[in-house]
């Protein structure tokens, strides 16, 4: 079974720019996840998705961060434009769905940004 | 409000060591709990996590983690460190209303030769 795929892998932009990364879930997984993974700190959510609708994105800086998942499967996350602060490890994580321990979510390996 | 504290950003032990990575919760239901690894420029792994089923859970690659209520805690041991286990493990809560898991700030564990 594929995992789920990010790219790209690495990005190094200047602040101000835009930048957006790409997240393609595990076949069947309704409920995708964007984290973000500042150096040293443990992973904070941003943003998640039941199928293409928002369930939650109130950690989510939304006067430059936006996340869409139009067709309910793949994503894409937006930064617009970057600020130095921004750099970090971007992690999409994807489960089936549901509530509860028993809808473990499986992890990318995360889209490094570093802002300059 | 949820949070979770790892006691020790940096554990080193030696090769074939005991392994003790600590964890404490803070949830005003019964959580469930979790430990992931990750290893440099990958995402996160599923280790093992906690359900209520029992206290005493076992993961992969040997690790095991008692949920303890009265201490609040879920400390993640192994009996025998090996030179593979070197990375870094986050500790993670999700109350049993919702699907959201809050991590702790992660310990990086260095196995010595």
């Known amino acids: 079974e594929a995992g789920v795929a990010q790219s790209p892998r690495y990005k190094i932009i200047e602040k101000r720019q835009s930048v957006a990364f790409w997240c393609n879930p595990i076949?069947?997984?309704?409920?995708l996840y964007w984290y973000q993974q500042i150096l040293g700190q443990g992973p904070k959510l941003l943003i998640q998705?039941?199928?293409?609708?928002?369930?939650?994105d109130s950690q989510l800086p939304k006067d430059r961060f936006s996340a869409e998942r139009l067709k309910g499967v793949d994503s894409t996350l937006k930064i617009q434009p970057a600020k130095l602060e921004d750099s970090a490890v971007y992690l999409c994580?994807?489960?089936?769905?549901?509530?509860?321990?028993?809808?473990?979510?499986?992890f990318g390996p995360g889209t490094r940004l570093t802002v300059l | 409000a949820q949070s979770v504290t790892q006691l020790g950003s940096h554990v080193s032990v030696s090769e074939g060591a005991l392994v003790l990575l600590r964890c404490n919760y803070s949830?005003?239901?019964?959580?469930?709990l979790f430990w992931y690894v990750q290893y440099p420029n990958q995402g996160l792994q599923l280790l093992l996590k906690y359900t209520s089923a029992a206290t005493l859970v076992k993961g992969i690659n040997g690790f095991e983690a008692e949920f303890k209520k009265s201490e609040t805690s879920f400390h993640l041991t192994k009996p025998s460190a090996h030179m593979s286990d070197a990375a870094e493990y986050f500790c993670?809560?999700?109350?049993?209303?919702?699907?959201?898991?809050?991590f702790g700030g992660g310990t990086r564990l260095m196995v010595k030769p």
């Open positions: 949830s005003s239901v019964p959580p469930y």
């Open positions: 076949s069947g997984h309704a409920t």
């Open positions: 994580a994807s489960s089936l769905g549901g509530r509860g321990a028993y809808n473990e979510q499986f």
């Open positions: 998705f039941q199928n293409n609708g928002v369930v939650d």
């Open positions: 993670a809560v999700m109350s049993n209303a919702g699907n959201m898991l809050t």
